[in-house]
């Protein structure tokens, strides 16, 4: 019961389904008007064609076929589209600012401070001082020395002396040596070689190579800058500096001075004590041994004996004392006044603004063909032979002869003789006396004495008073403009240049397989299929019809293979003629 209601609706839906032609499954490039379970197709411009399949040309195919339609195809293409963004950076700027400072200003003062002096007070005073001296007194005395001389006579004698010398006797001799030698004997031969030579072969080939390269595209932009320009400004000033200037003042003082001269004197100086060694005489005898005599020295023996004496001058220094009148400078610290202009420069900051053009650069991509000409080298073998001469050589044995002539020196012994001259020396004593004169000193002594003046330096305290100059600082509070800098945010405009994909639809034609129908045109359910398949749009229709009618939408029966088809649709089983 609840399917009897939806009879009528479904009916006025199928009489407008059949009434407005149906458009073709792809994109309408196909209508599927007129179709039939005999195998009737349609083409692209609607006329049928009997037992063929459909192209897209109208062409038909005989049977069972496939037949080309138009596809909506969507491709997706990368744009480059300009884009503007902002963005934030940090500009630096000054700003004016009023800072309170203090500074030390020196200031000159005056004082007077008494202050103690040690002054010098000199008092000659008198001494007198006993001293000895140990005044030389000379004596003259002889004494007489006895002693000997070994006086040398000389007396030349001759001998004679056998003595043998070797002398050499040389020989000439000969013999014959007999040797071997290894003599080359050289054999030419001849032998054939194979070898494989692998020869190039070059072959050109063309190949073409699609590139792309960034075409840089320039673009002049302007843009205002603002800045800042600090002028100098000078401005002339006064202050005043106290200062101190020493001053010389001359005075007169009376001072004792130490002066002297120089007397030269002369005095005797007994000669130093001289250490003198005396040999004793010695004795003589013969040697029966060494056939000669040996003289024996005496004992040696040390003396003192006083030198001579000398005169010698020397300098006295004499020392004297006197008075002199000096001029003495003394320095006096005086304390003065004076103005100083002096120029204080100063930054007075100054606004301005520029234009600055920059360039903007882009990159276009732009697409190239080269075409490449490369050389391709295959090795092929190649078979040659050559002859090649080669030399054998073999080692002969030669006897052969040589005669070779030495000398032998033999020693004989030869007696000669010579005669000799040689002198014998005698030693001969003689006795000898001599008189020494020799000065004796004795050093006696001698009192003396003398008064000496020396001078006694007494400090005595004296107060004076001076007049000092000293600088205080105080402190001074002033203004001062400084430029502060700070940092704010500034917002600044730029392009950016990205790809967007975009969506393209294009036709492209499809081959679409299409089978022989199932049922024959001799079908009595031929008919009844047709009308229900016909439309391409009545495929749910068909779908709900079956659902509702129990399996047979279209009003066709199991029988003609049919009811699978409508079921499906008209795209999914083409057997049905639709």
């Given at each position: 019961?609840?399917r009897?209601?939806?009879?009528?609706?479904?009916?006025?839906?199928?009489?407008?389904?059949?009434?407005?032609?149906?458009?073709?499954?792809?994109?309408?490039?196909?209508?599927?008007?007129?179709?039939?379970?005999?195998?009737?197709?349609?083409?692209?411009?609607?006329?049928?064609?009997?037992?063929?399949?459909?192209?897209?040309?109208?062409?038909?195919?005989?049977?069972?076929?496939?037949?080309?339609?138009?596809?909506?195809?969507?491709?997706t293409?990368?744009?480059?589209?300009?884009?503007?963004?902002?963005?934030?950076?940090?500009?630096?700027?000054?700003?004016?600012?009023?800072?309170?400072?203090?500074r030390?200003?020196?200031?000159?003062?005056?004082?007077?401070?008494?202050?103690?002096?040690?002054?010098?007070?000199?008092?000659?005073?008198?001494?007198?001082?006993?001293?000895?001296?140990?005044?030389?007194?000379?004596?003259?005395?002889?004494?007489?020395?006895?002693?000997?001389?070994?006086?040398?006579?000389?007396?030349?004698?001759t001998?004679?002396i056998?003595?043998?010398?070797?002398?050499?006797?040389?020989?000439?001799?000969?013999?014959?040596?007999?040797?071997?030698?290894?003599?080359?004997?050289?054999?030419?031969?001849?032998?054939?070689?194979?070898?494989?030579?692998?020869?190039?072969?070059?072959?050109?080939?063309?190949?073409?190579?699609?590139?792309?390269?960034?075409?840089?595209?320039y673009?002049?932009?302007t843009?205002?800058?603002?800045?800042?320009?600090?002028?100098?400004?000078q401005?002339?000033?006064?202050?005043?500096?106290?200062?101190?200037?020493?001053?010389?003042?001359?005075?007169?003082?009376?001072?004792?001075?130490?002066?002297?001269?120089?007397?030269?004197?002369?005095?005797?100086?007994?000669?130093?004590?001289?250490?003198?060694?005396?040999?004793?005489?010695?004795?003589?005898?013969?040697?029966?041994?060494?056939?000669?005599?040996?003289?024996?020295?005496?004992?040696?023996?040390?003396?003192?004996?006083?030198?001579?004496?000398?005169?010698?001058?020397?300098?006295?220094?004499?020392?004297?004392?006197?008075?002199?009148?000096?001029?003495?400078?003394?320095?006096?610290?005086e304390?003065?006044?004076?103005?100083?202009?002096?120029t204080?420069?100063?930054?007075?900051?100054?606004?301005?603004?520029?234009?600055?053009?920059?360039?903007?650069?882009?990159?276009?991509?732009?697409?190239?063909?080269?075409?490449?000409?490369?050389?391709?080298?295959?090795?092929?073998?190649?078979?040659?032979?050559?002859?090649?001469?080669?030399?054998?050589?073999?080692?002969?044995?030669?006897?052969?002869?040589?005669?070779?002539?030495?000398?032998?020196?033999?020693?004989?012994?030869?007696?000669?003789?010579?005669?000799?001259?040689?002198?014998?020396?005698?030693?001969?004593?003689?006795?000898?006396?001599?008189?020494?004169?020799?000065?004796?000193?004795?050093?006696?002594?001698?009192?003396?004495?003398?008064?000496?003046e020396?001078?006694?330096?007494?400090m005595?305290?004296?107060?004076?008073?001076?007049?000092?100059?000293?600088?205080?600082?105080?402190?001074?509070?002033?203004?001062?403009?400084?430029?502060?800098?700070?940092?704010?945010?500034?917002?600044?405009?730029?392009?950016?240049?990205?790809c967007?994909?975009?969506?393209?639809c294009?036709?492209?034609?499809?081959?679409?397989?299409?089978?022989?129908?199932?049922?024959?045109?001799?079908?009595?359910?031929?008919?009844?299929?047709?009308?229900?398949?016909?439309?391409?749009?009545?495929?749910?229709?068909?779908?709900?019809?079956?659902?509702?009618?129990?399996?047979?939408?279209?009003?066709?029966?199991?029988?003609?293979?049919?009811?699978?088809?409508?079921?499906?649709?008209?795209?999914?089983?083409?057997a049905?003629?639709?």
């Open positions: 019961m609840k009897l209601w939806l009879l009528p609706a479904l009916t006025i839906i199928s009489i407008v389904s059949g009434a407005n032609a149906a458009h073709a499954a792809y994109s309408g490039a196909i209508s599927y008007e007129g179709c039939s379970s005999c195998g009737g197709s349609v083409v692209a411009d609607g006329s049928a064609v009997a037992g063929g399949s459909v192209v897209a040309d109208g062409s038909a195919v005989a049977g069972g076929g496939s037949y080309t339609v138009m596809r909506t195809v969507r491709e293409v990368m744009e480059q589209v300009e884009e503007t963004r902002y963005r934030t950076r940090n500009e630096v700027y000054f700003e004016d600012q009023v800072v309170n400072r203090t030390m200003v020196p200031e000159t003062h005056q004082k007077e401070v008494q202050y103690t002096v040690m002054v010098p007070s000199y008092e000659t005073r008198q001494r007198t001082i006993n001293y000895t001296v140990n005044k030389p007194v000379y004596e003259t005395r002889e004494k007489v020395i006895n002693y000997t001389v070994k006086k040398p006579v000389y007396e030349t004698r001998k004679t056998n003595y043998t010398v070797m002398k050499p006797v040389y020989e000439q001799h000969q013999r014959v040596i007999n040797y071997t030698v290894k003599k080359p004997v050289y054999e030419t031969r001849t032998k054939t070689i194979n070898y494989t030579v692998n020869k190039p072969v070059y072959e050109t080939r063309q190949r073409t190579i699609n590139y792309t390269v960034m075409v840089p595209t673009e002049t932009r843009r205002n800058i603002n800045y800042t320009v600090y002028n100098t400004v401005e002339q000033k006064v202050r005043t500096e106290n200062y101190s200037v020493s001053v010389p003042q001359t005075y007169t003082k009376t001072i004792t001075v130490k002066g002297g001269h120089w007397e030269t004197r002369t005095e005797t100086v007994p000669g130093p004590m001289i250490r003198r060694t005396v040999r004793e005489p010695g004795t003589s005898y013969f040697d029966a041994a060494t056939c000669r005599t040996v003289y024996c020295p005496g004992k040696c023996r040390v003396e003192c004996v006083q030198g001579c004496p000398k005169t010698i001058c020397k300098k006295v220094w004499v020392p004297t004392c006197e008075e002199k009148e000096v001029t003495c400078t003394k320095y006096v610290t304390c003065r006044t004076r103005e100083i202009p002096y204080v420069c100063r930054r007075v900051p100054e606004c301005r603004t520029k234009t600055v053009e920059y360039k903007v650069c882009k990159m276009v991509p732009e697409c190239r063909t080269k075409t490449c000409n490369y050389t391709v080298c295959k090795m092929v073998p190649e078979c040659r032979t050559k002859e090649v001469c080669y030399k054998v050589c073999k080692m002969v044995c030669e006897n052969r002869q040589k005669t070779c002539n030495y000398t032998t020196c033999k020693m004989v012994p030869e007696c000669r003789t010579k005669t000799c001259n040689y002198t014998v020396c005698k030693m001969v004593c003689e006795p000898r006396t001599k008189v020494c004169k020799y000065t004796v000193c004795k050093m006696v002594p001698e009192c003396r004495t003398k008064v000496c020396y001078k006694v330096c007494k005595v305290p004296e107060c004076r008073t001076k007049t000092v100059c000293y600088t205080t600082c105080r402190k001074e509070c002033y203004q001062e403009t400084i430029k502060v800098k700070k940092c704010r945010k500034v917002c600044e405009p730029y392009t950016v240049t990205r967007v994909p975009r969506v393209v294009k036709q492209v034609p499809v081959e679409v397989c299409c089978p022989a129908p199932a049922c024959g045109c001799a079908d009595p359910c031929a008919d009844a299929c047709a009308p229900a398949c016909a439309p391409a749009s009545a495929g749910p229709i068909r779908s709900l019809l079956k659902g509702l009618l129990g399996g047979h939408g279209c009003g066709c029966s199991n029988d003609c293979g049919c009811d699978a088809g409508c079921d499906a649709g008209c795209d999914v089983a083409p049905c003629g639709c």
